[in-house]
């Protein structure tokens, strides 16, 4: 049968407290219950403007997370450097807008091949294996691979906003074809963005999928049934 990993990305949680500025709830403690529900991984993004983890988060978790670590971070120095700071298992170069409410789009691995490719030479010259967080573009794919990236991340955010089940399918396909692509260049392959647990399933499917990186709906699942509950609810779904 087989099972998908799960990273689960704590942001929102983060969001959460910073909504007050207060010190809960505490992403650092959400994180080892989303473990205790299954999770393989804990994903979090240290965006520029620190709108919701912050640099105390990352360094806590580095220390106490028994799973992967999963860095999400712009293509800049200042991340690089914190990236060596910190050590995570695994980061994911993403495209990053201040005025966005969230990711809106994969990575340019095209357009900005010269710049990725240095931001991806620098964190694996510091043994730190990187994911480039991508459209579900065969061309796309093509620039991570040689870009030297590690792994990708396929931004299913289309598929998970197609109203019709004629552009959901056709949503679907695409990121079928880079899955496929991918991993026949020889690239791990993750996937995330909109997941929720309607939808997730056509994505399990997709046998070159090893990994899913999933945040929103499984804290606003937790404010109703706790963490634990709503990661053992992912997990269960995840099952092939």
């Not at 906003?161 to 993750?190: I, W, Y």
């Not at 309607?198 to 929103?216: F, K, P, Q, S, T």
Request: glycine share 8%; charged share 30%; with cysteine.
């Amino acid at each position: 049968m087989g099972q998908i990993r799960l990273g689960v990305n704590v942001d929102h949680v983060a969001t959460l407290r910073q909504a007050r500025k207060a010190g809960y709830p505490d992403p650092v403690t959400a994180a080892a219950l989303a473990e205790l529900g299954g999770a393989e991984q804990i994903t979090i993004h240290l965006r520029e403007d620190r709108r919701h983890i912050q640099d105390r988060d990352l360094k806590i978790l580095r220390e106490t997370c028994r799973s992967q670590l999963n860095l999400e971070m712009a293509a800049t120095q200042e991340m690089v450097k914190i990236a060596y700071d910190v050590k995570p298992d695994i980061t994911t170069l993403v495209p990053e807008r201040r005025e966005e409410l969230t990711t809106e789009g994969g990575l340019d691995a095209v357009g900005g091949r010269e710049l990725v490719r240095k931001v991806v030479k620098n964190l694996k010259d510091g043994e730190i294996e990187v994911s480039l967080f991508i459209d579900p573009d065969v061309d796309q794919v093509r620039a991570a691979h040689r870009c030297d990236a590690d792994r990708v991340e396929l931004h299913t955010g289309r598929y998970c906003d197609a109203r019709t089940p004629a552009d959901r399918a056709r949503e679907l396909a695409r990121v079928v074809d880079a899955a496929k692509t991918a991993a026949k260049l020889g690239l791990k392959v993750a996937a995330g963005h909109g997941l929720h647990y309607d939808n997730v399933r056509a994505i399990v499917g997709i046998d070159e999928v090893e990994e899913l990186n999933i945040g929103h709906s499984i804290v606003a699942r937790a404010v109703l049934v706790g963490m634990e509950r709503a990661v053992r609810d992912m997990v269960a779904l995840l099952r092939r």
